[in-house]
């Protein structure tokens, strides 16, 4: 196939007909129970998470495992910011500075997990996967299921101080859900429905209500530190990560370049800056595999891969 037939195809796979791009569900649902009997119980250096540092989805799940003290319950392989035609690569990080290759599996591609649990699987290769090593196969590949895992799971290994955190607190599920319905349509997805439109109407059905939610977003923010009942939740960490690579990627590969968060949304900004200086969190933040990985993967949006050197604001500035 030439390179332009195959680019042409790897957009037909992105967008539909109508140049809307839609997200595929992911497959694997199982979960992590604390209850005798459970088929994934939780256990010390039981599971691996493969991330990407460059995926909002990933990130998410790299967040919590940070911010809830489970170092020692789960490891990590990190891939290739590159992501091309066969999917997501491990490197050395002498290839990849960052990248953390698959000692659990010792892949190659992570492909060759999907494939190893289901020989017939046929959907994408997605990031998060969360690994069982005892039993040998993916338990979940949906971040927004693995974070909930990982907010309680683990709970009762853990010191109270650790113990103590829940970004799920039941007294806000309600409104953490509603919440999290409407970020992740217009601004979590809607950033990726905008810049992977391939037709006009689509990209306008979706930078429109991406704008028109970060207006509320910041309206929210102006009268409270955090997103829901101003306390500290899963709400902040699921759009924290499409923060954090808006100004240096979104705003321009995605072209979704109305306002900017520097510049426009000064609520938004103190947000993340009190997010990202949370201890443990700016290590979670790799800019390089970030930017490289938009940049240079979808070439399709950008065939000459240069990446720009805009950087995003400096979340580290104190918080005023
Ligand atoms: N719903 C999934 C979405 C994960 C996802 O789309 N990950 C992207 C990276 S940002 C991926 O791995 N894409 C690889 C591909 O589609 O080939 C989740 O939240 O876990």
Request: aromatic content about 12%; hydrophobic content about 35%.
């Amino acid at each position: 196939m030439s390179t332009a037939k195959k680019e042409q195809t790897e957009i037909l796979n992105w967008a539909s007909k109508d140049g809307e791009f839609r997200r595929q569900q992911s497959v694997f649902r199982d979960q992590i129970v604390d209850e005798p009997g459970a088929k994934f119980a939780p256990e010390r250096d039981r599971y691996h998470l493969y991330v990407s540092l460059a995926c909002p989805w990933a990130h998410r799940t790299l967040m919590v495992r940070e911010l809830k003290g489970l170092q020692d319950f789960i490891t990590v392989s990190v891939v290739d910011y590159l992501l091309l035609d066969k999917g997501w690569k491990f490197s050395t990080s002498e290839e990849c500075p960052g990248a953390i290759p698959d000692t659990v599996n010792n892949a190659s591609y992570l492909s060759d997990l999907y494939f190893k649990v289901n020989p017939e699987y046929s959907g994408r290769f997605t990031v998060p996967v969360l690994w069982d090593k005892k039993l040998n196969t993916l338990v979940n590949n949906e971040s927004s299921e693995i974070i909930r895992m990982l907010n309680t799971c683990f709970d009762k290994f853990l010191p109270d101080d650790k113990k103590a955190i829940n970004y799920y607190p039941e007294n806000l599920r309600a409104e953490i859900d509603e919440l999290n319905e409407w970020v992740y349509d217009t601004v979590n997805n809607g950033v990726y429905k905008s810049g992977f439109a391939t037709s006009q109407q689509a990209y306008e059905n979706n930078v429109y209500p991406l704008f028109k939610s970060l207006d509320r977003i910041e309206d929210i923010l102006s009268k409270s530190d955090y997103l829901v009942a101003n306390t500290f939740t899963e709400a902040d960490i699921r759009l924290f990560t499409t923060i954090v690579r808006f100004d240096p990627v979104y705003h321009g590969h995605f072209k979704c370049n109305a306002k900017s968060i520097e510049k426009d949304y000064p609520n938004i900004l103190k947000w993340a800056r009190r997010i990202y200086q949370m201890p443990g969190v700016a290590g979670t933040v790799n800019m390089d595999h970030i930017k490289k990985h938009y940049y240079m993967s979808h070439r399709q949006i950008n065939p000459t891969q240069v990446v720009p050197i805009g950087t995003g604001p400096d979340l580290s500035l104190p918080i005023n």
